[in-house]
């Protein structure tokens, strides 16, 4: 593989990797989940938030918020709001839910559960849900919403999905060009001997006058411009080899021997190479009885 080749396959691979992120970026922002005649107002302000694949996540435990309860509340009237919740299919297991309530707005500040769960995948766990419908609050708060799993997400960030590698540099284009009309000045002259000639003679001209091969640039090949290439237009020249080799991982592949190396069955009895010892005539002598062995 050349290092057009590596270029162009590297470049086939990133824009087959764009194509799917815009199919699953239009998937997420024009979907709504179907939700259930009966679901909470905080289920439904979920799926208007997050994506369509983390709300399955948290629409999971929005249910499972059903099957919790509380075992032990304790306020202390000011700031902290401890809870002791329980689950109905966790047998005696107990966890630690802990909010944090804003005075001045009479909100809910923080919360945190002793599952983890919010810590470690970002999305709330039931017990923070039990504790949200018994805080009666209405919307999830801020401080559970992740923003990497919603859907204004990449709103700030505008997805790239165009690639560079054809975007013609200034001295592509000219060569470009040229191409074009020496190609048609070239068919024309073709038909004209003294048109063949003029042209011939202006074209040899400009060869010698511009040196390509000349001075520093000796030795040098030179051809169509690489199309992804950024340099193009510096003065600076340098020659773009193949990458280097890479044997890869794993142990060698072992070489098949060959049949001419294989040997050949040889009998025990009277080493011969064209039968074995079940089929050499020297043990049918052997097993004679002695009444067939004839009289002398």
Request: hydrophobic share 30%; aromatic share 8%; net charge neutral.
């Amino acid at each position: 593989m050349t290092l057009f080749e590596l270029v162009e396959h590297f470049d086939h691979c990133l824009s087959r990797l764009r194509v799917n992120e815009a199919i699953l970026d239009l998937v997420a922002m024009s979907s709504v989940p179907c939700l259930e005649p009966n679901a909470s107002i905080i289920e439904k302000e979920a799926a208007k938030s997050f994506t369509p694949s983390v709300f399955a996540t948290v629409q999971f435990s929005i249910k499972a918020a059903k099957k919790c309860f509380a075992i032990e509340i304790e306020d202390d009237g000011y700031e902290t709001i401890k809870y002791i919740v329980g689950r109905e299919d966790k047998g005696d297991r107990e966890y630690y839910v802990e909010c944090e309530i804003c005075v001045d707005e009479g909100n809910l500040k923080g919360i945190r559960c002793s599952c983890l769960k919010l810590q470690s995948l970002g999305t709330p766990c039931s017990h923070i849900f039990f504790v949200l419908g018994d805080l009666k609050e209405q919307r999830i708060p801020k401080c559970c919403v992740l923003r990497r799993w919603t859907r204004g997400a990449k709103s700030a960030f505008p997805p790239i999905r165009k690639s560079s590698m054809y975007d013609y540099t200034d001295s592509v284009q000219k060569y470009r060009e040229l191409c074009n009309i020496g190609h048609s000045a070239s068919f024309v002259a073709s038909r004209s001997p003294e048109a063949y000639e003029r042209l011939k003679h202006v074209l040899e001209e400009e060869a010698t006058m511009m040196l390509p091969n000349g001075g520093e640039n000796a030795g040098k090949r030179y051809g169509p411009v690489l199309l992804q290439a950024v340099d193009v237009d510096s003065t600076e020249s340098r020659d773009v080899m193949d990458p280097m080799y890479v044997p890869g991982r794993g142990a060698p592949k072992k070489k098949l021997k060959s049949n001419k190396n294989k040997s050949k069955r040889k009998c025990t009895l009277c080493k011969g190479e064209d039968h074995d010892r079940r089929r050499c005539s020297m043990r049918e002598e052997e097993t004679k009885l002695p009444e067939d062995v004839p009289d002398l």
